[in-house]
């Protein structure tokens, strides 16, 4: 009797052990549910507003050919040096973008020179457009996916892979070796960002910085 005893009590504890570890595995679930929505909210807020402050920077090459990224870089830099030589001081993300979009012709213009220069002939097409991009890192800041505002310049067909930046504030660096931001706009980044948004998508986040091609 004792012994059916002893077994009714072990069952008993056992039952009472597994809907504990049940009931806590249920809370750990919900809990964890309930912080990845959070996360998601805070993520979604963060990149609708750095999407407000930030004109991103496309060059696509006509193929993966090394001759093609070779002048895709040639026109990285004929363009980069436009914006730094033309562009009046912008006081926000939309002033930059709408004047890009009124210098396209020009752009498109010195992107054709330098590739015929190079005894190229092919196209070149630059738009201020809006897409979306998946999470992209510029040197120890990394943006989070979502639709941002871009000056994207296609070579010919455009099929090849594209060099990118943040035209502004300024954040292009050419040393992808040593990927260090440019101060001045990393400045201008911080100064429309609160120190916690600021704080999330520097290095300390945890992003794995990647390089230049998609």
């Known amino acids: 009797m004792c012994s059916k005893f002893s077994d009714r009590l072990f069952i008993k504890r056992n039952a009472e052990k597994l809907i504990f570890l049940f009931a806590v595995l249920t809370v750990s ?22 999407a407000g402050e930030v004109l991103r920077f496309h060059v696509v090459a006509n193929s993966d050919s090394d001759e093609d990224q070779e002048l895709k870089l040639q026109v990285r830099d004929v363009v980069l040096d436009y914006f730094a030589d033309e562009m009046p001081e912008s006081g926000d993300a939309s002033q930059a973008a709408a004047w890009a979009r009124e210098h396209t012709d020009e752009i498109e213009e010195i992107g054709r020179a330098t590739l015929a220069k190079a005894g190229s002939d092919k196209t070149v097409n630059a738009a201020v457009t809006t897409c979306f991009f998946p999470d992209r890192t510029y040197g120890d800041v990394t943006f989070p996916a979502g639709n941002y505002e871009a000056l994207r310049v296609e070579i010919g067909a455009a099929e090849g892979h594209n060099w990118w930046c943040v035209l502004y504030p300024n954040l292009c660096f050419l040393d992808s070796t040593n990927a260090v931001l440019p101060d001045e706009g990393r400045q201008k980044l911080k100064n429309v960002l609160t120190e916690e948004e600021y704080s999330g998508i520097t290095a300390t986040s945890g992003f794995k910085i990647s390089w230049f091609f998609w």
């Open 29 to 50: 679930l919900v809990t964890g549910i309930a912080c990845r929505h959070v996360q998601a909210a805070q993520r979604l807020k963060l990149q609708q507003h750095l």
